[in-house]
């Protein structure tokens, strides 16, 4: 009786292995094993066990079969759940209720594994720590000699999207970034220190497809302009104005409230506006680009201004490992009374010398180093 029992479940868990294993076979008579993941369209994700996620074109496909639940996705909005699909011949037969349906690869949305669009359906999503994709930097440096000095710089940038399910339009989305410079430089027992931090979230709800309103919430200090503490909230609207595989293009508009405080000046509070575009680019499978530029129009001082900007360049190693390569400036159009700096150093024959380094407009980082992907 034991034997038999653990013979049945050794057959179900082979099984249930089993049903995610899956192979293509191409219209050039080649075969590819692996794991579906999903169809999104005419396209169908899968992790090959020889060289990982790939996104196949159906018209390059000569037979495929998903043996699990699954539900598919219609164009006209229906969901059918089915037991089975097949893909050949430029469409796809589905097994529904014991009955098995042809339906042209053109009427499909998409089809998922029927726990994952339950899930969201009718679980309300995945909890809020999963579902991210982005990617993690570290770089550092040392130097020794006359001077000593040391710089470390983290990143990290995410976004979610809810439901984040192939085939539903997307409801809401989180954009998370967080980035950290540490730099350290020691002389003759002078040491000077140059650190900068900014965090920033943003939440955006889709009322239509490609239009959306956004809050969002910024913090940043940034020790070469000598600002202690900076915090932004606001919100407005934005506009997706290409979405597809390889290019994401968005501009945003609205109107921000600031509380800052510099070195040498009290606390203010600024009303801003806020302009600003956001960029992703796929140039090919190894190499991505990004960037972003947001303005802010002082809005209780006319002819003020400040605008973060940022460019990223991304080699991906592998699936997981990237190289990167990437670029920062903050900008402020009228430096805060009392930002110049008085550095002390020993001179000649042991004289103190005394300089004023005066205060930049810019605040630009150029940083390099590796990435987790995720």
């Keep these: 009786m034991t034997r038999y029992f653990c013979g049945c479940l050794l057959l179900m868990l082979l099984g249930s292995v089993g049903a995610?294993?899956?192979?293509i076979l191409f219209t050039n008579g080649d075969h590819l094993s692996g794991t579906w993941v999903d169809v999104e369209g005419t396209t169908i994700e899968f992790n090959s066990n020889m060289v990982g996620k790939l996104a196949i074109p159906e018209a390059k496909v000569g037979s495929f079969g998903i043996a699990q639940s699954v539900v598919v996705?219609?164009?006209?909005?229906r969901s059918v759940p089915a037991t089975r699909a097949e893909f050949a011949d430029g469409a796809w037969t589905i097994e529904s209720e014991g009955q098995a349906q042809s339906v042209p690869a053109a009427q499909i949305a998409a089809i998922v594994p029927?726990?994952?669009?339950?899930a969201v359906v009718n679980?309300?999503?995945?909890?809020?720590?999963?579902?991210?994709?982005?990617?993690?930097t570290f770089g550092y440096s040392l130097q020794h000699g006359d001077q000593d000095a040391r710089t470390v710089s983290v990143g990290l940038n995410a976004v979610r999207h809810r439901p984040g399910l192939a085939g539903l339009s997307d409801r809401?989305?989180?954009?998370?970034s967080f980035n950290l410079l540490f730099a350290n430089a020691r002389s003759v027992g002078q040491q000077i220190s140059s650190n900068t931090f900014t965090t920033a979230l943003r939440q955006d709800y889709f009322f239509q497809p490609q239009n959306f309103l956004f809050v969002l919430g910024q913090v940043d200090h940034i020790q070469t302009q000598n600002l202690n503490l900076r915090q932004t909230y606001g919100g407005g609207f934005g506009r997706d104005l290409m979405e597809s595989a390889r290019v994401k293009f968005s501009l945003l508009g609205g109107a921000?409230?600031?509380?800052?405080?510099?070195?040498?000046?009290?606390?203010?509070q600024l009303a801003e506006g806020?302009?600003?575009?956001?960029?992703?680019?796929?140039?090919?499978?190894?190499?991505a680009f990004g960037h972003s530029l947001t303005v802010y129009p002082n809005l209780s001082s006319l002819g003020q201004y400040r605008f973060d900007t940022s460019s990223s360049l991304m080699f991906h190693l592998n699936s997981w490992l990237s190289a990167n390569l990437g670029a920062t400036d903050f900008y402020i159009s009228q430096i805060p009374p009392g930002s110049a700096t008085s550095v002390t150093?020993?001179?000649?024959?042991?004289?103190?010398?005394?300089?004023?380094?005066?205060?930049?407009?810019?605040?630009?980082t150029v940083t390099a180093g590796v990435g987790l992907n995720f």
């Design 20 to 23: 995610r294993a899956q192979g």
């Design 73 to 77: 996705l219609l164009q006209n909005g």
């Design 114 to 118: 029927a726990p994952e669009y339950h």
């Design 123 to 136: 679980e309300g999503g995945a909890k809020i720590w999963r579902g991210w994709r982005g990617g993690a």
């Design 172 to 176: 809401w989305r989180t954009t998370y």
């Design 256 to 268: 921000t409230f600031s509380n800052q405080k510099f070195v040498a000046t009290p606390a203010e």
């Design 274 to 287: 806020l302009a600003g575009e956001h960029l992703t680019l796929a140039v090919n499978r190894q190499i």
């Design 345 to 364: 150093t020993i001179g000649p024959g042991g004289t103190l010398i005394t300089s004023v380094l005066p205060a930049h407009k810019n605040n630009l």
